[in-house]
């Protein structure tokens, strides 16, 4: 009786992962699930994402899914992020030009219509 209660409270800890009661280090950032990851792994089959955690005193490697925000997957590294801003930047630097030429043009076409109308007047006197 006493072997198969100490079996019952051991049992909970081995279920619970080691990176909720223990320091870890993330050993691979988010990637996304492969389609043999999404049915072998518990943890891809919510969101698709996960994280490879390394624990330091069990010294186990295990998966943690990513959680799901309102506006989808936060799968987002800071690698990621940066490439995310400066796709941003150059996107409205490239609108900003265009733009600027189209201020620059219809700046000339005024200009032309107001030398007309002044040289009309000139003309007419």
Same mark, same amino acid.
């Given at each position: 009786?006493?072997?198969?209660?100490?079996?019952?409270?051991?049992? $909970?800890?081995?279920?619970? $992962?080691?990176?909720?009661?223990?320091?870890?280090?993330?050993?691979?950032?988010?990637?996304?699930?492969?389609?043999?990851?999404?049915?072998?792994?518990?943890?891809?089959? $919510?969101?698709?994402?996960?994280?490879?955690?390394?624990?330091?005193?069990?010294?186990?490697?295990?998966?943690?899914?990513? $959680?799901?925000?309102?506006?989808?997957?936060?799968?987002?590294?800071?690698?990621?992020?940066?490439?995310?801003?400066?796709?941003?930047?150059?996107?409205?630097?490239?609108?900003?030009?265009?733009?600027?030429? *189209?201020?620059?043009?219809?700046?000339?076409? *005024?200009?032309?219509?107001? *030398?007309?109308?002044?040289?009309?007047?000139?003309?007419?006197?």
């Amino acid at each position: 009786m006493a072997a198969s209660d100490e079996r019952r409270s051991v049992s $909970p800890v081995a279920a619970t $992962p080691c990176w909720q009661v223990e320091d870890f280090v993330v050993a691979q950032e988010c990637t996304r699930c492969s389609s043999f990851q999404a049915k072998t792994i518990v943890e891809c089959s $919510p969101t698709g994402f996960i994280e490879k955690i390394s624990c330091a005193t069990s010294r186990r490697d295990e998966f943690k899914r990513v $959680p799901n925000f309102p506006y989808g997957c936060s799968c987002r590294s800071a690698v990621m992020e940066a490439h995310v801003f400066w796709r941003f930047i150059g996107t409205m630097m490239c609108i900003a030009a265009v733009f600027a030429v *189209l201020v620059v043009c219809r700046q000339r076409v *005024l200009d032309r219509k107001a *030398l007309e109308k002044v040289r009309k007047q000139i003309e007419s006197i």
